[in-house]
């Protein structure tokens, strides 16, 4: 392992120094890292001989092991040593993750492609058959069996602990990812990624980020299995994605000024490349987020045709902007209880870090986004054709519930009665993950006198994702060396 990482430094140093503009140049990769999707790409920055004031782009190393280089103004070689001692590093500490991946997950590596994947529906019967006595009535019993899509920046995560909830009350099966909190994202979702994976096993409850793929979550889950998601309004998740991603978006890092949100909607295409590194997040990431292409145009046809297909495989598809209506229809269609929706809002972000766009920007906003807009649009009319069936009184009356039993809740659990600024959460237990180089998440602390009846419940309401899945026996370890890492650079 150690013959490995020093060559892989060794010619990267190297390459910093000598490598000629549009040059493909071999990296060393440990022999197993290209069938891992976690590390598909890595990153370095390369000096050109004949542009000494310009450098080039984050280097793509794809799983062939070579570097594509394109020239990238605006930024001085005489800040390319700060980038380098944050960059090299990181090709560093990627290798090392890659050999500890293989020798730790040997069996994970291979991608299984048996006709006998898929869950049979007897098993999971047998399995859920003792789990939840039927409620309500003879015609509607708890629905356990669900596939959550859980996308980026749409309030997912306080879905996410709604189902964490419900299935450990329940003792339902987790599909889980092994080693970080997401599915391997942005490589596509293959069922081999689940951590203790076996061909034809069933699982009742996948719910963690991954980069959608049907027929490869169809094989974990029994074919009565319900499949929901959630979309937000593009222009809000955009400036969302912008602030928290962008900071792990090389192309961005030289956009000069205050407002980066506005530089970059005013020439989108001067900080873009649709093959750079993590430049999904700056385009159509709900598209992406589904395997889409999200470098489609919204006219292209194939995108209501895909818009369609998303329509046939999910049941329920939510709208951020109207979560409790959302969650009230969910309750419905899963035919569960008020307690079992009861939430308290994961993830927000403190209102000074929000850019506030103006008419002229978030046109362009919706522009640039253009295929997220159709899908939130299309979407956005099933919700309200399904409130309509619903009922409207029936909704308001619910909807009047469901925020009465929060707000006891609130008062049960949550010390000062909201949100506060990461600095100010007492127990690191209920500290949420930060993006990079900011604190701007807000979180909870919980009462020092609550109710003895009520404890676990509110500790659990107000956890975290990373803390929860730990909680839950996740091994986290991936996700918990990134996290040490951003804190050391930034």
Request: charged content about 25%; hydrophobic content about 40%; aromatic content about 12%.
């Given at each position: 392992?150690?013959?490995?990482i020093?060559r892989c430094v060794?010619q990267?140093?190297?390459?910093?120094?000598?490598?000629?503009?549009?040059r493909r140049i071999?990296?060393p990769l440990?022999p197993a890292?290209n069938?891992i999707?976690?590390?598909?790409?890595?990153?370095?920055?390369s000096?050109?001989?004949r542009?000494?004031?310009l450098t080039?782009?984050?280097?793509?190393l794809?799983?062939s092991?070579?570097?594509s280089?394109?020239?990238?103004?605006?930024?001085?070689?005489t800040?390319?040593k700060?980038?380098l001692?944050v960059?090299?590093?990181?090709?560093?500490?990627t290798?090392v993750?890659?050999?500890?991946?293989?020798?730790?997950?040997?069996?994970?590596v291979k991608?299984?492609d048996?006709?006998?994947?898929?869950?049979?529906?007897g098993v999971?019967k047998l399995q859920?058959?003792?789990?939840?006595?039927?409620?309500h009535?003879e015609e509607c019993?708890?629905?356990?069996?669900?596939m959550?899509?859980?996308?980026?920046?749409?309030?997912?995560s306080?879905i996410?602990n709604?189902?964490?909830?419900?299935?450990?009350k329940?003792?339902l099966?987790?599909?889980?990812?092994?080693?970080?909190n997401?599915?391997?994202y942005p490589?596509?979702?293959l069922?081999?990624?689940?951590?203790d994976?076996?061909?034809?096993?069933?699982?009742?409850?996948v719910?963690?980020h991954?980069r959608?793929?049907?027929?490869e979550?169809?094989?974990?889950l029994?074919?009565?299995?319900?499949y929901?998601t959630i979309?937000r309004?593009?222009v809000d998740?955009?400036?969302?994605?912008?602030?928290y991603?962008h900071?792990?978006?090389p192309?961005t890092?030289?956009?000069r000024?205050?407002?980066?949100?506005?530089?970059?909607?005013?020439?989108?295409?001067?900080?873009y490349?649709?093959e750079?590194?993590?430049?999904f997040?700056?385009?159509?990431?709900?598209f992406?987020?589904f395997?889409l292409?999200n470098?489609?145009k919204?006219?292209d046809?194939r995108v209501?045709t895909?818009?369609?297909n998303l329509?046939?495989r999910?049941?329920?598809v939510?709208v951020a902007e109207?979560?409790?209506?959302?969650l009230?229809?969910?309750?419905?269609?899963?035919?569960w209880t008020?307690?079992d929706?009861?939430y308290?809002k994961l993830?927000a972000?403190?209102?000074s870090s929000m850019s506030?766009?103006d008419?002229?920007?978030?046109?362009?906003a919706?522009q640039w986004?253009?295929a997220?807009w159709?899908?939130?649009?299309y979407?956005?009319g099933?919700?309200?054709?399904?409130v309509?069936a619903?009922?409207r009184?029936?909704?308001?009356q619910?909807?009047?519930?469901?925020r009465?039993?929060?707000a006891e809740m609130k008062d049960?659990?949550?010390?000062?009665?909201?949100?506060?600024?990461?600095?100010?959460?007492q127990?690191?237990?209920f500290?949420?993950w930060?993006p990079?180089?900011?604190s701007s998440i807000?979180?909870?602390?919980?009462?020092?006198?609550?109710?003895?009846?009520?404890?676990?419940v509110c500790?659990?309401m107000?956890t975290?994702e990373i803390?929860y899945l730990?909680?839950?026996g996740?091994?986290?370890?991936l996700?918990r060396?990134?996290?040490?890492l951003?804190?050391?650079?930034?």
């Amino acid at each position: 392992m150690t013959t490995v990482i020093q060559r892989c430094v060794l010619q990267v140093q190297a390459t910093l120094h000598t490598c000629p503009c549009g040059r493909r140049i071999p990296l060393p990769l440990y022999p197993a890292a290209n069938k891992i999707p976690l590390l598909g790409w890595t990153n370095a920055i390369s000096r050109s001989r004949r542009e000494p004031n310009l450098t080039l782009t984050p280097l793509m190393l794809s799983s062939s092991g070579f570097f594509s280089v394109h020239i990238m103004s605006g930024i001085k070689a005489t800040k390319c040593k700060a980038l380098l001692r944050v960059l090299i590093p990181w090709v560093l500490l990627t290798n090392v993750m890659v050999v500890l991946y293989c020798l730790r997950n040997p069996n994970q590596v291979k991608l299984s492609d048996s006709q006998e994947d898929t869950c049979p529906l007897g098993v999971a019967k047998l399995q859920n058959k003792s789990l939840i006595k039927q409620t309500h009535s003879e015609e509607c019993s708890p629905k356990v069996n669900v596939m959550f899509m859980k996308t980026h920046k749409t309030a997912s995560s306080t879905i996410l602990n709604i189902l964490f909830r419900f299935g450990e009350k329940h003792k339902l099966r987790f599909a889980f990812p092994d080693g970080r909190n997401d599915f391997f994202y942005p490589s596509p979702f293959l069922c081999s990624q689940v951590k203790d994976y076996k061909p034809g096993e069933c699982f009742n409850i996948v719910c963690n980020h991954m980069r959608f793929d049907h027929q490869e979550v169809s094989k974990l889950l029994p074919p009565d299995s319900v499949y929901v998601t959630i979309l937000r309004d593009p222009v809000d998740l955009f400036e969302s994605s912008f602030h928290y991603y962008h900071k792990a978006v090389p192309l961005t890092w030289r956009i000069r000024g205050e407002n980066k949100l506005a530089e970059f909607l005013n020439n989108p295409w001067a900080f873009y490349s649709p093959e750079a590194f993590n430049s999904f997040y700056l385009k159509n990431l709900l598209f992406f987020d589904f395997g889409l292409d999200n470098n489609l145009k919204a006219d292209d046809p194939r995108v209501m045709t895909e818009i369609k297909n998303l329509s046939r495989r999910f049941h329920l598809v939510l709208v951020a902007e109207y979560f409790e209506e959302s969650l009230i229809l969910l309750k419905d269609l899963l035919c569960w209880t008020m307690e079992d929706i009861l939430y308290f809002k994961l993830n927000a972000r403190k209102s000074s870090s929000m850019s506030h766009l103006d008419a002229e920007m978030r046109a362009k906003a919706l522009q640039w986004n253009g295929a997220d807009w159709k899908l939130y649009q299309y979407f956005n009319g099933t919700f309200w054709a399904r409130v309509e069936a619903y009922g409207r009184e029936r909704m308001k009356q619910e909807v009047e519930e469901l925020r009465r039993r929060n707000a006891e809740m609130k008062d049960i659990c949550i010390e000062g009665g909201g949100a506060v600024e990461a600095q100010k959460i007492q127990n690191r237990r209920f500290l949420p993950w930060q993006p990079v180089g900011e604190s701007s998440i807000l979180g909870y602390n919980i009462k020092k006198d609550v109710d003895p009846r009520f404890r676990t419940v509110c500790e659990k309401m107000l956890t975290p994702e990373i803390q929860y899945l730990s909680e839950l026996g996740v091994s986290l370890w991936l996700t918990r060396l990134w996290g040490w890492l951003k804190d050391a650079i930034y």
